[in-house]
């Protein structure tokens, strides 16, 4: 099993670039997981109390779990993956994620090679870099679009969190990436570039 690790900054493109991917190599190679939905579970909190906390911090996420849940894939298990609920800062009690065990995993998440736990389950480190006014312009128009928030919220939290988090934590995990797409869903050649070294991946352990 081969495992690849996408970090980047929000709104960078780290899912495009993911997508693409698997796109290229068949959606029956390859099991997605998205880093958001292992979020600390935070159901017991008040919603006000949800609110507060700051989701772009490398602490609140549930690394342990998903390190475990990595583990299963490779001992050829099936692993179940908790789904997170954006519009109520918390898990979703209705619906989880049943993840195959692939001979392709693609991570992708803001804080996938923040963790050195996690990034010695990764055999291949990305890092899209994308400029940022490009980011925040698409997590302006996500946050509005598919989470509800408003633009008061969105710029609180940019100013707050988003923006401190990414130089404190983000920016400084490139350095531990084997590979940097600048761009990320745009730049068509870096995407070939990775989508080609996991195809002869596959075709070398095909047998």
Not at 126 to 131: A, E, M
Request: charged share 25%.
């Amino acid at each position: 099993m081969l495992i690849i690790g996408i970090a980047g900054g929000t709104g960078s493109g780290k899912t495009t670039v993911a997508r693409s991917v698997i796109d290229h190599l068949g959606w029956d190679k390859v099991t997605f997981i998205s880093q958001d939905n292992y979020y600390k579970d935070r159901s017991m909190l008040s919603m006000q109390e949800r609110e507060t906390i700051n989701y772009d911090h490398p602490n609140a996420f549930d690394n342990e779990l998903l390190i475990s849940d990595l583990m299963l894939l490779k001992e050829g298990k099936i692993a179940i993956s908790p789904v997170y609920d954006f519009t109520i800062h918390a898990r979703s009690t209705s619906k989880t994620i049943e993840m195959q065990p692939n001979p392709i995993v693609i991570l992708e998440g803001l804080h996938v090679l923040s963790d050195e736990n996690l990034r010695e389950m990764l055999d291949i480190k990305v890092f899209v870099d994308t400029d940022p006014d490009v980011r925040i312009l698409r997590r302006v128009l996500r946050d509005i679009e598919e989470r509800g928030r408003t633009i008061h919220s969105i710029h609180d939290q940019y100013l707050n969190a988003v923006k401190p988090m990414h130089e404190a934590f983000i920016e400084p995990s490139k350095k531990h990436a084997h590979i940097i797409i600048p761009e990320g869903g745009h730049n068509q050649v870096g995407i070939q570039m990775l989508s080609t070294m996991t195809e002869k991946y596959l075709l070398e352990n095909s047998n």
